[in-house]
């Protein structure tokens, strides 16, 4: 499934930052918050090509742009410039986009005005005026694509397609404000995708138009299947609560339309008898018009049952079991709507069901316990699934007063034994009143601990102090200054 346009775009960033600092805190343990992972600024101050495909520079530090920002989490390297400017200066734009070296040089189209991610980050209708915006270039670092292309299923942005080799350079046009579509001249190789309501025969008066068609994950055939067009609410518990709004069902040939789709955040969600269901996507819903396809596959539905263990394997009780990485076996993500986390009972056992027949991974988390290593993904349906936890350490770290600087914060940092890596264990954190770290539920290991202060440098760091942790003991360390 391809997204586009800024609102899409906008949910979806908030949205690997959670899936980010998930994985850093279960993979890395790291603390950092998730928002610290969007970089940024306003302005057309030029940037330095950090290794975009030649030409795009050109693009990128046009003096139309009001503001730019780099995603996603995880080694960053897709720049977004959003700018604003008439037919007449987006012409001379599109004339140094089609020089750029790149195989697939795409311009999506849109009705209504296009809105800033960075100068309105949360959509605050207080700011939707100075954040409006009449296109933005989307441009990768090809070795960052790389790298976000080997992250695991759940954790790849969705314009991340395993079976792309190149990623392609894109503009997104918006054709309600400064621009009109028809003085806009396109240079031959081009790629146009016209997403405006009239290119599908739809008029201004349906609102937003959200359509697709449900086929089956084995085959492709046409699905039965329901739409929930679902509004997001904030939980007091934290997470959302999914109010359906309204609905829609597949015709013969697997396609189903919503016009005029009711303003708000929401999701939606496809559900089909013997499936697994399937969240579409989310979206915020504006009150102008906009057309968005979502075509989707159902899979087959399936159960894991399974039973968490100690090293000695006995059976451990209140242990949370997640669920990531879900594929239906095509190496695509396949969000399921229903909770994730499950509890283990008295004698160890958890069942997740309505899952696709593909495959998953397991997280388990409790505290004092750990695991080894990262989930692997497994083949599902799957039966008496065997999870190993094991004690954990924990280690409070004390930063010498004379270590601390006259203003700012302290931040200590903990890495395993020859460095951060995927799967290892590592942790950075504040200190708090009383000058310390505490690090719970931590692997048993080697690792190096440091601190500096916050903000600071690299030049500021602290010597490494070794400890070995010792699973089920509690460690006290203390840092020690450059003398």
Partial sequence: MRTSGSNWRHVCVLKWARQALLLAAIVLGITSPASALILGGEGNDPINDPGWPAGAAAVFNTESRIAYWEGPPFGGGQYHAECRGNAAVFNVVLEDFAKIEAKTKRLVVHDGEGASFWLNTNSAPEKKAAAVTDWTFIVWVPDSW????????????????????????????????????????????????????????????????????????????????????????????????????????????????????????????????????????????????????????????????????DGDGKPLEGV????????????????????????????????????????????????????????????????????????????????????????????????????????????????DGDRKMVFRNVPPGEYRITGRPNPGSANDETPPVAVDLKGGEKTEVTLKSKS
């Fill in 146 to 309: 790389q790298r976000q292309r080997k992250l695991p299923v759940g954790f790849r942005p969705p314009d991340v397609l395993p079976d792309r080799e190149e990623p392609p350079v894109q503009i997104d046009v918006y054709t309600g404000g400064r621009i009109i579509w028809s003085d806009v001249v396109v240079p031959e190789g081009i790629e146009v995708v016209d997403e405006r309501l009239e290119a599908h025969g739809f008029k201004p008066a349906d609102g937003t138009v959200l359509e697709g068609v449900v086929t089956a994950a084995d085959g492709g055939k046409p699905v039965a299947a329901t739409i929930s067009i679902e509004e997001m609410g904030s939980n007091p518990e934290g997470g959302y609560l999914y109010t359906e709004k309204t609905k829609a069902t597949t015709d013969a040939t697997g396609r189903w339309v919503v016009k005029n789709c009711p303003p708000g955040q929401i999701r939606l969600v496809a559900r089909a008898d013997g499936h697994a269901p399937r969240v579409l996507g989310h979206r915020q819903v504006t009150d102008e018009p906009r057309w968005a396809s979502l075509p989707t596959s159902l899979a087959k539905s399936a159960t894991i049952t399974g039973q968490v263990v």
């Fill in 320 to 431: 949370k079991v997640r669920l990531d990485q879900v594929s239906a076996g095509d190496g695509m993500q396949y969000e399921i709507p229903d909770d994730r986390e499950f509890v283990t009972a008295a004698d160890g056992r958890f069942k997740a069901e309505s899952l696709p027949r593909g495959t998953a991974a397991l997280w388990t988390w409790k505290e004092g316990y750990c695991k080894l290593g990262l989930a692997q993904p497994m083949k599902t349906p799957a039966e008496d699934v065997v999870l190993k936890m094991f004690p954990a350490a924990e280690v409070t770290i004390t930063v010498p007063e004379d270590l601390l600087p006259t203003s700012g914060g302290y931040i200590v940092n903990m890495v395993p034994k020859g460095g951060e890596a995927v799967g290892k264990w590592s942790g950075s954190g504040n200190i």
